[in-house]
């Protein structure tokens, strides 16, 4: 299928039922994380959803929220609209220079940035409704772990206040209005609009340990069940190491964990490489993965080297052929046949049970 009967099909799908629509989806700026995220449905995340990146500090979590509007504007051009919501006002990428589309105003003051969960409700409703019906949208939060609740805010006012006065503050709190404003209201009435549009909303989430003694999981973020509940992905990042060239650290290997997807392939993960610089190397990191130059843990073996049209070549020297000899389509085709291959040798040969 050429691209433009694929573009074609897509546009069109856009105008139908939910079901159809379902199969238009958001590119992640990596072959295998597209692959991974879809779980043999799409390739990337499909429209209508919620979608959960979490993450300690430099795992990339920015990076690999950017990569997705990017790789999505140059397929879908004017179609696609966008707000970066910059909750933290921790935005530094200049995305103009990266991407060649500027993903975030660099102008502070021309910026969106919630200030709590129920100002971010009305910022995204008023995103998803200003949708048109050949349009679609891309919503990211980053992040949710910054933001307070409305009774927070007022709590806070009449405590400087009552503190002018000189005056005791004893309004007392437990802390849950957020989680139960989220749990209650926020995810439950976004996801029914999400559903009915070709938008995706990213939240991206910071860990934090988890000091619930009862439970079995060493990290936790905030939205908590909710946000397990109307994610259609948690997308878990976890960096392998530093990019280090001349002593000097210029991208990170990460590895990406589907904790939870609603597709028909749970719990897949992927190596990617992300260089400050340019953003995912996807030449590098398909290379790695179909010839296995990665240990188990995502380390580099010693002196890689694999075959390309019949000739052996360094690592360096596939992704540089590769790249001068414009293969990225071949390279994206051989990596995907080897990753069906191995989904194909792992599943149950058995006679269904109802039949």
Known sequence: MTKKASMDIENTIL??????RSLVCFPTGSDLMDIQVGGGVTKGYPVGNFINIIGDTSTGKTFLACEIVAASYYKYKEKLKWVYDDCESGFTFDTKKLYGVEIMPLNKDKRIKSKTVGELYCNIRLFLEALKEDELGIYIVDSLDSLASDEEIERANIRFESFKKNK????????????SYLSKEFFKQLAWMAEDTCALVIIISQIRHNVDPMS?????????????????TALWLAKVEDIIRKGIP???VTKAKNTKSKTPRPRRSAFVKLLFDYGIDN???NIDYLYDFLTPRGKLIKNPSGEWDGENMSR?????YIEENKLEKELKKRTAEKWEAIEESVKSKRTPKYQ
């Not at 005791?168 to 989680?179: N, Q, T, V």
């Not at 079995?216 to 259609?232: L, P």
């Open 283 to 285: 030449i590098q990191s």
């Open 250 to 252: 210029v991208g990170a």
């Open 216 to 232: 079995f999981e060493k990290f936790t973020r905030s939205g908590g069940k909710a946000m397990d509940f109307y994610a259609h």
């Open 15 to 20: 105008h139908k039922s939910k079901e159809t």
């Open 168 to 179: 005791k503050f004893d309004k007392k709190s437990y802390g849950m209005e957020k989680a």
């Open 316 to 320: 360096l020297n596939l992704i540089k």
